[in-house]
């Protein structure tokens, strides 16, 4: 009985892992083509090395979208 809460434990935990590489993947890759695409003559990374919140603000939010995407995508 334990063996088998322990596998089913252990798979469910790759599974998330897993899950969790994906959409950090995908956010990345997404927050990248907004970056060179979307706002080609502003970098988003040396805005946030000058400091500017807003900018900071606004990549946060595609993450947040991004990541709420992909956890519907993954629910079906």
Do not use: C, H, Q, W
């Amino acid at each position: 009985m334990e063996f088998e809460f322990l596998s089913v434990t252990l798979m469910n935990l790759g599974i998330n892992l897993i899950y969790t590489f994906v959409a950090l993947l995908v956010s990345l890759f997404a927050l990248i083509i907004v970056d060179k695409r979307l706002l080609p003559n502003i970098s988003i990374e040396e805005e946030m090395k000058k400091g500017n919140i807003a900018v900071a603000i606004f990549s946060s939010t595609i993450l947040l979208f991004v990541a709420i995407i992909v956890t519907f995508g993954f629910k079906g």
